[in-house]
């Protein structure tokens, strides 16, 4: 049966182009009430708040020649990262973030909260590569953030396969402490990104690289997959190991067999993914109207 939503906070819908990249770290504390819960038979229970996290995904679009120069100020999205933790998020994955935005964040939502970030990195055909810097002054580089309220450790930055030339994103992991989940922030390349050798696809290694840096049961791992799900119309659906929605459950997911989900970019498309292997009590999906991606929201019961 569809999985329970749960109220967001939203700002005004806004609409435009596709875009790339962002970053990761974070931490706070839990409160101590119940949550209620709808089981899969229906029937409404309450589980300890110590046992419920809630993991969100967002590309905030915050690299502005990316086509985000009209999806809204910085000051705009770091309001957006505090709606949906205010609505529950415990730790948010951020792409397509700058290192100055994220510290913005991190510092906004108080000093328990602990921040991971991942710059992007650039390598051009003679193979010079660097890291991907954000426009404007200060912003410092672009990248993958990770947010938590709950102390991080072991955060790893996962090798996977990235062009051999252009931009290189990348996938960050760490385990949320105080309920021992493993929780990973992925960005995977558009196809054609290589600029040495456009007919490349890269996709389906990350795929396996994300899948391989995480436990069985006990992780939500996701982000920007750049990638529609599998189905028969979708000519890349090959691009995905069988594990993923075979082992996993994503967070729009409605049955074993569904492989759907609402659209999470403008487009109408969904290119956003949380998938757990612990049991989901929520999904939702919310246009936070600075972004031409919406936020992806799970909640698991970690009991």
């Known amino acids: 049966m569809p999985l329970p939503d749960f109220p967001l906070l939203t ?6 182009g596709l875009a790339a990249a962002a970053s990761v770290l974070a931490l706070s504390a839990l409160l101590v009430t119940l949550v209620p819960v709808l089981t899969a038979r229906g029937t409404v229970r309450s589980l300890p708040a110590e046992r419920v996290l809630t993991v969100a995904s967002w590309n905030m679009c915050g690299v502005r020649r990316w086509n985000c120069a009209d999806t809204g100020p910085a000051a705009a ?3 957006a ?7 529950g998020a415990d730790v948010v994955l951020l792409q397509e973030a700058c290192a100055a935005e994220a510290e913005s964040v991190r510092d906004a939502l108080g000093g328990s909260w602990q921040l991971a970030f991942r710059p992007y990195t650039s390598r051009d055909r003679a193979g010079r590569s660097g890291t991907v810097r954000c426009d404007g002054r200060g912003q410092g580089a672009a990248g993958l953030a990770l947010l938590s309220a ?6 790893r930055s996962v090798p996977s396969r990235q062009p051999v030339a252009g931009l290189g994103r990348g996938i960050l992991c760490a385990t949320v402490g105080k309920v021992a989940v493993r929780v990973c ?31 069985q049961r006990r992780t939500v791992f996701g982000g920007d997959f750049n990638l529609n799900p599998p189905s028969v119309r979708n000519t890349s659906s090959w691009v995905w190991p069988d594990a993923v929605y075979r082992v996993y459950r994503e ?19 969904k290119l956003d993914y949380l998938f757990t292997g612990l049991p989901r009590s929520g999904c939702a999906v919310r246009d936070t109207g600075v972004s031409d991606h919406r936020a992806l929201l799970v909640r698991v019961d970690t009991g």
Request: hydrophobic share 25%.
């Open 150 to 155: 709950h102390p991080l450790s072991s955060v």
């Open 251 to 269: 967070c729009d997911q409605d049955s074993a067999a569904d492989r759907s989900g609402r659209p999470t970019h403008e487009s109408g498309h």
């Open 81 to 87: 990262v505090e709606r949906l933790v205010g609505e």
């Open 185 to 215: 922030n992925a960005h995977l390349s558009l196809p054609g990104s290589d600029l040495a050798h456009p007919g490349r696809e890269y996709r389906d290694d990350q795929l396996r690289a994300l899948v391989a840096a995480v436990p």
């Open 11 to 16: 700002g005004p819908r806004r609409r435009r």
């Open 77 to 79: 999205k770091r309001r």
